[in-house]
């Protein structure tokens, strides 16, 4: 089954290439939805997937910027089949 993550990173997440790390670990998962930069500093993610690859997916953002991430804020939903593909969004 499908689930919807609903994700916000704090920390040094800006200017050091996350939204476009973020965006090859969820093309190479085939999750849907989107990242983009936010004003107050944080990023913000919206993915769809089967909830073992979200899981997959977090691990996977944890791992490789695991000392600029200083808290992470997740809100798990059920999809909402809205996205065909995952883009960084401006």
Known sequence: MRKQL???YSGKVQGIGFRYVV???ALGLKIYGWVKNLNDGRVEVLAESKE?????????INQH??????????????A???FSDFQVQF
Do not use: A, W
């Open 52 to 60: 073992d690859t979200l899981n997959v997916f977090l691990e996977q």
């Open 80 to 82: 909402n089949g809205k």
């Open 23 to 25: 965006l090859d670990i």
């Open 65 to 78: 910027f695991s000392r600029y991430i200083t808290d992470t804020i997740v809100e798990r939903l059920p």
């Open 6 to 8: 609903h994700l916000y």
